[in-house]
């Protein structure tokens, strides 16, 4: 049950939980009515302190699908933190108001500190470089629905032998380090990290978490040498907001460009996903090729948001 729970970064659920989750997403995507107004009468705060718009969108039109409201800020300087108010200060009060707290905020542990002064449950939409659970819970149902069994209930299988290759900015992209921390709780998944020496992932990911979990790991700067192994390709954006200086941010956004030419060394049945928003780093091209799964995987946020809304709030 995971009623009333924060979730702050991937491992806060259970595998049994995550399944279930996965399983209600499902239902929902199949009968669009399905909890349509399971929670009538209940408050989602959103609490923007960075922009998006999958994750905030997406998370107000799960709560409005579900019969639900919102209410928040889209970014911090319509709110009283521009006047200096603590983080602790603004989330007693948006607990004090609504049934649930989905944050985004720059800084890593953000999510976990609120998580401490709520007496709502938290829901951490990104914490800096750190964590962004929620777009893991996309990325997997994802996983599941393009390569999984048809009909199977649990994940693990659908992940099993699989190869995924991260490619990107993979020092600064929470989505990277949830994504991988998750699946390393899942046996027989080749992981491959594709970046320049630069931005490579950080240790505690690979060598504390991955490694440590006995994961197959791999490192290396070249797309092109390893498309052909790859099940999974998860590509991402260079992330310019958390560069300490712009001509590091120059020279490294374009060191990948996913284009046709690309595709065509990769397996026919490959699929190519992406957290979005996208810059630079996939031609507009591979939007055709039928394994470009990006725009999918967008709208799954969507449906695993409300199976996770609905359970955390009891409605489920
Ligand atoms: N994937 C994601 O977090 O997108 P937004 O920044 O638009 O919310």
Known sequence: MITGRHLVEPGDFSIEELDELFVLAERIEA???YLRESCRGKLL???FFEPSTRTR???EAAMMRLGGNCLGFAEPGSSSAAKGESLADTIR????????????????GAALLASRYSAAPVINAGDG?????????TDLLTIKRLRGAPGSAALGGALTGLTVGFCGDLKFGRTVHSLAKALSRYPGVRFIFISPPELRSPEYITRDILIKAGASVEETDSLEKVMGELDVLY??????????NEEDYIRLKDTY????????LAKRDMIVLHPLPRVNEIAVEVDRDSRAAYFKQAQYGMYIRMALLASILGAA
């Open 57 to 59: 969108l997406s998370f």
């Open 235 to 244: 590509m991402t954006r260079v992330q310019r907001e958390r560069f300490f």
């Open 93 to 108: 009060m948006a607990a004090s108001y609504a049934d649930a707290i989905v944050m985004r905020n720059p800084k890593e």
């Open 45 to 47: 705060a959103t609490l």
């Open 31 to 33: 009968d669009q009515s």
């Open 129 to 137: 470089g750190h964590h962004h659970p929620t777009q893991t819970l």
């Open 257 to 264: 460009i996913l284009d046709g030419e690309k595709m065509s």
